[in-house]
């Protein structure tokens, strides 16, 4: 495998960093008090990736196995216990455990421990995630959708749920 075709172009590099700090408010608090900070959209990252940090409340909940067929997802624990499924079976996955999911690999992740818990989770290339969450956060705070549009958000978004 060889590096990809380059990016840039330039002599002398440019300034383009962003910071954003730990003490920045999430994008998206859900009903049950899950949250979502956007640390890199694809739009940020010109498509490459996009990366987000998802912090349980301890409140149960989180999608169960699914695939897609556009992105890779991948999934890295950084506190508490997050339930992830690798297709076969639930297994509990603790601080420093990644889970890597290629598309079209079935997957899914849940907080059924009642405790606290964050993970990042990483999607390349960068498809925007976000209107995802924003949806899923529109219905869990009461939004009513009809089995057609349900099916068609799903579908606009890249999850294809399958029977676990």
Known sequence: MSYPTALYHGD??????????AAAEPELIYPNGNRISYLATGAGTGGLFGLYRYDFSGAPGGPGPHFHRTIAESFYILDGT??????????AATSGDFLHVPPGGIHGFRNSSEQAASMLLHFAPGAPREAYFEGLGRLAAGEQWTEEE???FMLEHDNVWIES
């Open 150 to 152: 349900y099916a068609a």
């Open 82 to 91: 997050v339930e992830v499924y690798d297709g076969t079976r639930w297994v």
């Open 12 to 21: 002398q590099g440019e300034v383009s960093a962003t910071v954003r700090p």
